[in-house]
Every structure is written in structure tokens, then in C-alpha cells.
């Protein structure tokens, strides 16, 4: 049994090791600091890396030298896009023939935004970004409650036959002078920061949804259409953070900032009501069902060569909305690495051996498939011309 001297004695004791106690775990709590620290710097260091290399690598071209536009060529594409319009819209006719040539890799009815049930569909939650929101859930019906709307505005859902046109930023579309016809289309979906101002004659200035993620959305305020949507495509956490200051119209945290390959937006001018985020479901679709890459893996930086580039998932998300779909502006042709890359700057087709995320060669395959089968038509003819003959139309 302890007596009292004993136990004054213990209590001196122990009360003496508390400050050593309390020293150890000051320091291991310091320790992790500073290793988050260095992990946090080795990553902004990497994404620092990757900016440079890319700038560095971009080969820029001759706006000079770049090839003349034959004047037949231009109004044949024209011509050939009047005559699209001008036919009888065919409903259902797109959803149709995907399913016909896809069979059950593409469900007829996907929904093509995310709704506030989203957790009664476990099939969204099956894998990370992009391809799914596992691990998102709570950040994701928080931004949900920011959201009235989820789908068309009233006045195109009451259509009854709507045609897209998805429009890309390939250099094709420089002269071909489309953008009275492309302004005719029910829906016109326009791919992260493709501008339009100044580029009217060729692109059109009509916007029904501008898609992208963070780092391709315009910052210029300019660019935004009036009534248009914004269709946010999430690939990361940050995202997530990103698109609810939009939608809150508050400022983006210096810190956030940070986590982003390239400077982002600060502000979108649209409404809470305008804002959309597309439904991962479509980018697994395009990339594990259809275009048959392989199955998301856990990697330390970057993804594996299966994401699909916006423009072809902004494709298959056209034959979810609309019964009719054109695209415009696609073609990455690699053969030729000196012709420009973009209707809207001076980078070359070279550029393009510098991506390590797109697999383009698949990509170009599908679309053409697609294009020849007559599921959708190529007003540019970049990946395949359906009027570049003079006895084709």
C-alpha cells in the first residue's frame, strides 16, 4: 500500500515527464507539418515543371503561311450545311443509331446532367474523377443544393425535334465562313475557352452550353452567352471547390488557386439556374464503354491514356440531348504538323505530340465511324468530308 510520502513522491515524478510528454508530441506534430509542407511544394514544383515543358514544347506556326481556303471549298460547306438544316428533323434518330451500333455500351437513357437523386444512382459513385464521384458524395449534394435546375431550359425540352451542333476549336474552321449556319442549330455546345468574339464569320456567336473544366473555362467575360449554360466537367477535389465559388459568385481562396495546372476564372456571369455539371456516367461511357480503354487505376500523378478529350465526350453528350447532331472544327491531323491547330491562335498541329492524357488516333477512329454510318454529320470535313467532291452534293 502506498503511503503518502510514496505518493507525493510519484506525483513529483510523473508531473516532471509531463513536459517531456508534452515536448515529443510538439515535435512529431512538427514533423508532420513540415512533410506536408515539402509534399505540398514538390507538387506545386511538378505542376511548375509541366507548364514550362508545355510552354516550351508548343511549336508555334506562320499565321503567314498558313494554307488559302479555295472559295469553292468554303461554299460547299456551306452549302452543305443549309441543306442539313433544311431537311425534316428526324426525332430520336441519334439515340437511335447509337444504340444500333453500339448495342448495350450506350444507354438510351443516360441522364445527361447530374440531378439531386444522384445517390439513389450507384453507378456514379462506382469510380474517382472523372469517370465517377466516388469519395465525393458530400461535396457534391452540397453543391447540388445550389442548383434549381437540372436539365434543358423549358423552351428547348419542348422542342419537338432538337438539333446540336458541337462545335470544336480545330483550325479547319478558319475561312470556311459557317457561322451564319452554325447559329441556326437548336443547341450550338461550344468546348472550354474556344472564343467567339472576333471569329463570328467562321464559329457563329451563338452559345446554348459552354462546356469545360476549370482551367479551359473563358476569362473573358465576353464570351459568355446571355441565356447560355455552363456545364461544368469535374476531374479533381479542387473542382469541386471551384465551380461552388461560381455558383456562390465568391472568390476563389489564394490557397485553391494553387492547385491548378493554369490560371482559372474568378468569376462566371451566368445565373445559379445556368449552371450544370455534367454527368460523369458520359465520360465513362465515352471512354470504357465505347472507345474500350482500360479500367481507371490508382496512379501518382496524371491519369492513364483513357480520359477522352472534351470534345468527343461533348459529342456523345450531344446524342443524349438532341435527336439530330453536326459537329464542326474537329480534326487533329498529325500527318500534317505545320497546319494550325486552333481557328484561334498560332500553335501548330505539332503541338499535339506533347499530350500524354488523349488518345487521339482512337478518338479520330470513332468519329469517323460515326460520320460515315451517318449518326452525325462533319460540316468541316476535318475527319471526314462528305461535300469536298463537287459531285457530292
Known amino acids: 500500500m502506498l503511503s503518502e510520502d510514496n505518493a507525493v513522491h510519484l506525483k513529483k515524478e510523473f508531473s516532471s515527464s509531463l513536459p517531456c510528454s508534452k515536448s515529443v508530441v510538439h515535435e512529431d506534430e512538427k514533423a508532420k507539418w513540415v512533410l506536408k509542407r515539402h509534399v505540398v511544394l514538390v507538387v506545386i514544383g511538378l505542376c511548375f515543371i509541366y507548364m514550362v515543358k508545355i510552354s516550351f514544347s508548343s511549336e508555334e506556326c506562320d499565321m503567314a503561311r498558313i494554307h488559302y481556303v479555295n472559295p469553292e ?109 452554325l447559329n441556326q442549330f437548336d443547341i450550338v455546345i461550344r468546348l472550354n475557352n474556344a472564343p467567339v468574339q472576333g471569329y463570328a464569320d467562321d464559329v457563329g456567336n451563338k452559345t446554348t452550353i459552354r462546356m469545360t473544366y476549370p482551367e479551359g473555362a473563358p476569362l473573358s467575360q465576353h464570351e459568355y452567352y446571355p441565356n447560355g449554360l455552363f456545364v461544368a466537367v469535374l476531374f479533381k477535389s479542387v473542382d469541386f471547390g471551384w465551380i461552388q465559388a461560381m455558383v456562390k459568385n465568391e472568390t476563389l481562396p ?31 461511357e465515352t471512354a470504357l464503354d465505347i472507345l474500350e480503354y482500360p479500367e481507371p487505376r490508382p496512379k501518382f500523378w496524371g491519369w492513364d491514356k483513357n480520359v477522352p478529350t472534351i470534345g468527343v465526350t461533348a459529342v456523345v453528350l450531344a446524342t443524349h440531348l438532341c435527336d439530330e447532331v453536326s459537329l464542326a472544327g474537329f480534326g487533329y491531323n498529325l500527318n500534317q504538323p505545320n497546319t494550325p491547330l486552333h481557328y484561334y491562335d498560332n500553335l501548330c498541329m505539332a503541338a499535339m505530340n506533347g499530350q500524354t492524357m488523349h488518345n487521339v488516333t482512337t478518338e479520330t477512329k470513332f468519329l469517323q465511324k460515326l460520320i460515315k454510318q451517318g449518326v452525325v454529320r462533319d460540316l468541316s470535313g476535318g475527319i471526314h468530308c462528305d461535300f469536298c467532291s463537287k459531285t457530292s452534293l
Open 73 to 181: 471549298h468554303a461554299k460547299r460547306a456551306q452549302k452543305y450545311a443549309e441543306q442539313i438544316l433544311q431537311a425534316p428533323c428526324r426525332p430520336s434518330f441519334t439515340k437511335k443509331e447509337m444504340s444500333r451500333l453500339f448495342l448495350d455500351k450506350y444507354n438510351m437513357n443516360a441522364s445527361p446532367f447530374i440531378r439531386k437523386d444522384v445517390n439513389t444512382q450507384q453507378d456514379v459513385f462506382k469510380y474517382e474523377p472523372p469517370f465517377g464521384f466516388n469519395k465525393f458524395s458530400e461535396k457534391l449534394q452540397e453543391l447540388l443544393e445550389r442548383l434549381p435546375e437540372y436539365d434543358l431550359p423549358e423552351d428547348l425540352q419542348s422542342k419537338p425535334c432538337r438539333r446540336c451542333i458541337v462545335i470544336g476549336s480545330g483550325g479547319v474552321l478558319r475561312g470556311l465562313e459557317l457561322g451564319y449556319a
Open 254 to 284: 489564394l490557397w485553391m488557386r494553387l492547385f491548378f495546372w493554369k490560371q482559372v476564372a474568378e468569376k462566371i456571369p451566368v445565373m445559379p439556374k445556368q449552371f450544370r455539371i455534367l454527368n460523369p456516367i458520359i465520360i465513362k
